[in-house]
């Protein structure tokens, strides 16, 4: 690779007029066995083409494809697909004819993989082709590949697929609707996955290439038939196309086709078995809603917006929770409040700690898609009983969750709800519930500015120094030496230092490690 950048540069350096000397020993390296090498070869062959005289491609360049494209060993002619396009367009008619033919015997030829080259550089010769060679040659040619049937060669009419959408973009509708449907209807059906696979991953650049009418008139029904594919891959990259699919619809016949088509393979795909396909389809349903209306997100998309969120997997959830942004621009936070939110709580109280877990994760994000006003009210409770839950990796989370509150609401929002209820759980009896207090200092001294933490979190820990409980004090001087490097020296001398002094004559021998470790850090 650096070898050909090398000599691509010293022939820049010298002029267009030394291109040509760099045929010969990239004409060897494009016939290696090596894919690698020849694919780079061929990459710097094309770019050399464009440094080269008209009367170079004719004389120097073009002869070098025929030699490849006549080679015996197929490395060659697999190499020489990908530089039909660089030359064609600066030889003569009657060499634009030879190049024509030798390119045909390459889509024809007996080695699956030359043909599969020759699908994969299909849709950029036909670029440089002139239109009426393009329908009477061309075309024929990607048609016979997007239907290879020869050695069940699945590659080459998934390769084909690609090819078809560029040349789509290259003719009209109505030689589209004669010429490329027939192919395109053939691949969303073909018996291989793969080029079902293929069709549904590139269906929204085939809606473009093809227009409104011809997607009216026959794709929707090979889309809701992808939707419907019995293969999890294949339906999983439709769902994820639904939206983009729905929205390059014209507006005036949007409503008419998603309503009978498109929403009920949706319905279907909510209750799929397979985990992918559900968070495929979920990271993409909410944003129909702008596109269905208020009136058909409530009646129709939110029931099925329930079933996801309570899904099993949590990637379905989150994709859900996600996007709730969207739904509320059109709904109103009142409507969302009534429908999805009670679900939203009533997994947040799960009586499964996994479930319960699922859901505290996600709240920084829901937090931050409705605002602060409307979280205080009917999810901040929610947010602050979980420190007191009874499993530690709940707790630990919640900790966790209000860093992340507090970085979104900010400092004022923080002083006000959160700092105060954390603090107040330095007298709780439970000692589970002093140590979340430590643990929740632990994390929100990186996002508290220094006066904070000195007026209000220090003297509460350093009474926490005296708990009758070991793991509580050592956690204090943990703390203590989290704290340290961001507050001031007269607070670490007064208030921080006799702490961890006290803490390092201990009965306790934790104690006494962890106190020694935090005056290390003090010092």
Same mark, same amino acid.
């Given at each position: 690779?650096?070898?050909?950048?090398?000599?691509?540069?010293?022939?820049?350096?010298?002029g267009?007029?030394?291109?040509?000397?760099?045929l010969?020993?990239?004409?060897?390296?494009?016939?290696?066995?090596?894919?690698?090498?020849?694919?780079?070869?061929?990459?710097?062959?094309?770019?050399?083409?464009?440094?080269?005289?008209?009367?170079? #491609?004719?004389?120097?360049?073009?002869?070098?494809?025929?030699?490849?494209?006549?080679?015996?060993?197929?490395t060659?002619?697999t &190499?020489?697909?990908?530089?039909?396009?660089a030359?064609?367009?600066?030889v003569?008619?009657?060499?634009?004819?030879?190049?024509?033919?030798?390119?045909?015997?390459?889509?024809?030829?007996?080695?699956?993989? /030359?043909?599969?080259?020759?699908a994969?550089?299909?849709?950029?010769?036909?670029?440089?082709?002139e239109?009426?060679?393009?329908?009477?040659?061309?075309?024929?040619?990607? =048609?016979?590949?997007? *239907?290879?049937?020869?050695?069940?060669?699945?590659? $080459?009419?998934?390769?084909?697929?690609?090819?078809? =959408?560029?040349i789509?973009?290259?003719?009209?509708?109505?030689?589209?609707?004669?010429?490329?449907?027939?192919?395109?209807?053939?691949?969303? &059906?073909?018996?291989?996955?793969?080029?079902?696979?293929?069709?549904?991953?590139k269906?929204?650049?085939?809606?473009?290439?093809?227009?409104?009418? #011809?997607?009216?008139?026959?794709?929707?029904?090979?889309?809701?038939?992808?939707?419907k594919?019995?293969?999890?891959?294949?339906?999983?990259?439709?769902?994820?196309?639904i939206?983009?699919f729905?929205?390059?619809?014209?507006?005036?016949?949007?409503?008419?086709v998603?309503?009978?088509?498109?929403?009920?393979?949706?319905?279907?795909?909510?209750?799929?078995?397979?985990?992918?396909?559900?968070?495929?389809?979920?990271? $993409?349903?909410?944003?129909?809603?702008?596109?269905?209306?208020?009136?058909?997100?409530?009646?129709?998309?939110?029931?099925?917006?329930?079933?996801?969120?309570?899904?099993?997997?949590?990637? /379905?959830r989150?994709?859900?929770?996600?996007?709730?942004?969207?739904?509320?621009?059109?709904?109103g936070i009142?409507?969302?409040?009534?429908?999805?939110?009670?679900? =939203?709580v009533?997994?947040?109280?799960?009586?499964?700690?996994?479930?319960?877990?699922?859901?505290?994760?996600?709240?920084?994000?829901?937090?931050?898609?409705?605002?602060?006003?409307f979280?205080?009210e009917?999810?901040?409770?929610?947010?602050? &009983?979980?420190?007191?839950?009874?499993?530690?990796?709940?707790?630990?989370?919640?900790t &966790?969750?209000?860093?992340?509150?507090?970085a979104i609401?900010?400092?004022?929002?923080a002083?006000?709800?959160?700092?105060?209820? /954390?603090?107040?759980?330095?007298?709780?009896?439970?000692?589970?519930?002093?140590?979340?207090?430590?643990?929740?200092?632990?994390?929100?001294?990186?996002?508290?500015p220094?006066?904070?933490?000195?007026?209000?979190?220090?003297?509460? #820990?350093?009474?926490?120094?005296?708990?009758?409980?070991?793991?509580?004090?050592?956690?204090?001087?943990?703390?203590?030496?989290k704290?340290?490097?961001?507050?001031?020296a007269?607070?670490?001398?007064?208030?921080?230092?006799?702490?961890?002094?006290?803490? *390092?004559?201990?009965?306790?021998?934790?104690?006494?490690?962890?106190?020694?470790?935090?005056? #290390?850090?003090?010092?």
């Open positions: 690779k650096q070898w050909y950048q090398r000599r691509v540069a010293i022939t820049a350096g010298g267009p007029e030394y291109a040509s000397c760099l010969p020993p990239l004409e060897n390296l494009a016939t290696v066995e090596e894919t690698v090498v020849r694919e780079k070869a061929t990459e710097s062959l094309r770019i050399i083409a464009t440094e080269h005289s008209p009367a170079d #491609i004719e004389n120097k360049f073009a002869p070098l494809v025929k030699r490849l494209s006549q080679g015996d060993w197929f060659s002619r &190499s020489a697909c990908g530089l039909y396009a030359c064609y367009a600066n003569s008619v009657a060499l634009k004819t030879e190049l024509r033919l030798m390119f045909k015997s390459l889509c024809t030829d007996d080695t699956p993989m /030359v043909r599969r080259a020759a994969s550089k299909i849709g950029e010769f036909a670029k440089v082709v239109m009426e060679h393009l329908k009477a040659e061309i075309i024929p040619l990607f =048609i016979a590949l997007a *239907n290879d049937e020869q050695f069940s060669q699945d590659s $080459v009419r998934l390769l084909a697929v690609e090819a078809g =959408i560029t789509a973009g290259l003719l009209n509708e109505s030689d589209i609707e004669t010429l490329l449907l027939p192919m395109f209807r053939s691949a969303a &059906s073909d018996k291989s996955w793969r080029v079902r696979f293929m069709i549904a991953d269906f929204i650049e085939l809606q473009k290439a093809v227009g409104p009418t #011809i997607t009216k008139n026959h794709l929707v029904f090979h889309f809701t038939g992808l939707l594919d019995v293969e999890a891959e294949v339906r999983a990259s439709a769902a994820n196309k939206k983009d729905c929205t390059n619809l014209p507006a005036d016949i949007q409503e008419a998603m309503m009978p088509n498109v929403l009920p393979a949706v319905k279907e795909l909510v209750c799929d078995t397979n985990q992918h396909v559900k968070a495929a389809l979920a990271s $993409v349903i909410m944003g129909l809603s702008p596109i269905m209306g208020k009136d058909n997100t409530i009646q129709h998309l939110l029931p099925l917006f329930l079933i996801l969120l309570k899904d099993e997997h949590s990637d /379905v989150l994709n859900i929770i996600s996007n709730l942004d969207s739904v509320n621009k059109v709904i009142h409507q969302l409040s009534q429908s999805l939110l009670p679900a =939203i009533e997994l947040a109280e799960d009586p499964k700690w996994r479930v319960r877990l699922a859901i505290i994760e996600h709240m920084p994000l829901l937090a931050e898609q409705l605002g602060v006003e979280f205080d009917k999810l901040n409770s929610l947010c602050m &009983s979980w420190l007191v839950d009874g499993v530690f990796a709940i707790r630990w989370a919640a &966790s969750n209000l860093k992340k509150l507090v609401f900010g400092l004022e929002w002083q006000n709800t959160v700092i105060t209820k /954390v603090l107040s759980m330095a007298r709780d009896p439970n000692y589970l519930h002093r140590m979340t207090t430590l643990f929740a200092v632990n994390v929100l001294v990186d996002v508290c220094p006066d904070v933490i000195t007026k209000f979190m220090v003297p509460v #820990i350093s009474n926490l120094a005296n708990d009758p409980v070991p793991n509580v004090r050592f956690n204090v001087a943990k703390t203590m030496a704290i340290a490097p961001g507050i001031d007269t607070t670490i001398e007064t208030q921080v230092k006799p702490c961890l002094t006290r803490l *390092n004559e201990d009965d306790d021998s934790d104690v006494k490690w962890f106190a020694q470790e935090a005056l #290390i850090i003090c010092h």
